[in-house]
């Protein structure tokens, strides 16, 4: 059985602060991993994804994977107020496929 | 992105009664497309995989009789459900991978959602 795990949360950040979301997977053939921003009531967007290890940054996000210890994570920079919501993160094979989402981490922004 | 419209955006039907939603994706072909449910406070959970002009594939514990989906065309999939009961509210959210993107990474792209609510 694959798994995503996520702190829950909520996650609390000062408004200019930078919000650490992190996620963990089982599958060591994993290949692919996104990020995806849900707000309340809405279908998930897509931030970003990774899957060479290291850094991505892309605007005030940037993501980081690490394989070896099966770890992803997504920093947000300068958060916002409008940056609170569910932060889920997904796990695929190499060709995007076999989705596993996991619980998401709800962020609070306060400002 | 790749645009995915679903409708419709929300259904109340009594128990018993059939609700079909619609999912199309509107600027690119989707050989495949994905069917979620997510029930409140909690994340997707992948129901099937939809492939045009095949049947679909389902994740274990959902059942096909019950949730029947066709994707008879490359824009366009459904999923019925079926005699529908009050534990079948939830909210259903398709997705489609578009083959334009690059490389070997083909994320996928949401549609709105439909909230269905069995009385």
């Known amino acids: 059985q694959k798994e995503v795990e996520q702190n829950s949360g909520p996650l609390s950040v000062p408004e200019g602060a930078i919000a650490s979301l992190n996620c963990t997977y089982s599958?060591?053939?994993?290949?692919?991993f996104f990020w995806y921003r849900q707000y309340s009531g809405k279908s998930p967007e897509l931030i970003m994804f990774?899957?060479?290890?290291g850094d991505k940054e892309d605007g005030r996000f940037t993501a980081q994977l690490n394989k070896a210890s099966q770890y992803v994570s997504l920093l947000i920079r300068d958060s916002q107020p409008s940056d609170s919501a569910t932060y889920l993160c997904a796990v695929g094979n190499n060709y995007g496929q076999n989705f596993v989402f996991g619980p998401g981490t709800r962020l609070s922004v306060l400002p | 992105g790749a645009v995915v419209s679903q409708h419709p955006s929300w259904v109340i039907c009594k128990s018993g009664t059939s609700v079909k939603i619609e999912c199309r994706s509107l600027?690119?072909?989707?050989?495949?497309m994905f069917w979620y449910r997510q029930f409140p406070k909690q994340s997707l959970m992948l129901m099937a995989t939809s492939n045009e002009g095949s049947k679909a594939t389902y994740e274990q514990g959902v059942e096909k009789d019950k949730f029947l989906i066709n994707h008879a065309s490359l824009t366009l999939s459904t999923l019925t459900v079926t005699s529908a009961h009050p534990e079948d509210s939830s909210f259903y959210i398709c997705?489609?991978?578009?083959?334009?993107?690059?490389?070997?990474?083909?994320?996928?792209?949401f549609g709105p959602g439909t909230r269905l609510t069995v009385l």
């Open positions: 599958d060591r053939g994993s290949q692919s």
């Open positions: 990774i899957y060479s290890n």
């Open positions: 997705s489609a991978r578009d083959p334009r993107t690059s490389g070997t990474v083909n994320e996928q792209f």
């Open positions: 600027d690119f072909q989707a050989t495949t």
